[in-house]
């Protein structure tokens, strides 16, 4: 299972790659399920005049209209940031099983609104009547703070 969540991470990498280029902020997300990717997302809220409009939250949306449910028990969430305490709320609610996630929200990404607070997704996960899945893998991070650092100097 490692492997495979590497390959859709690094493509949810990508995925944050192609927000950059398009003026957007660097995340990324892809949904996938029975191992088929059913969406992909990239965080372009500001070019939609959609504050709502994050990679992971948007590549939620197409799944659902993709399939024609809410539904997207047994998918995995496959994110190139943390989410965002929205973003993992529309996975709650959608139901997704997991959410894989290649770099961690830090103190410094909070104090410049990168995050809407400090909050503890997996500490909230606990306390929700479903709790997600949730897998952290290290290998992007580095490759992650460095397109936050290109995107920030732009």
Known sequence: ????????????????????????????????RDG????RGISIGFALHDPTSHAETSSIRKACKKIKSTDLGRATLYASLEPCLMCFQ?????????????????????????????????RINVRNNRQIEMKYIPDFEKEMQDLIKEWKNR
């Open 90 to 122: 529309v996975a709650n609610w959608s139901e997704v099983s997991r959410i894989v996630y290649g770099c961690k929200k830090t103190e410094t990404m909070v104090k410049k609104n990168y995050y809407e607070g400090n909050n503890n997704i997996n």
């Open 1 to 32: 299972m490692k492997n495979i969540d590497k390959k859709f991470l690094k493509i949810a990498v990508n995925q944050a790659k192609k927000s950059v280029k398009l003026g957007g902020f660097p995340a990324g997300a892809i949904v996938v």
């Open 36 to 39: 088929k990717i059913l969406s």
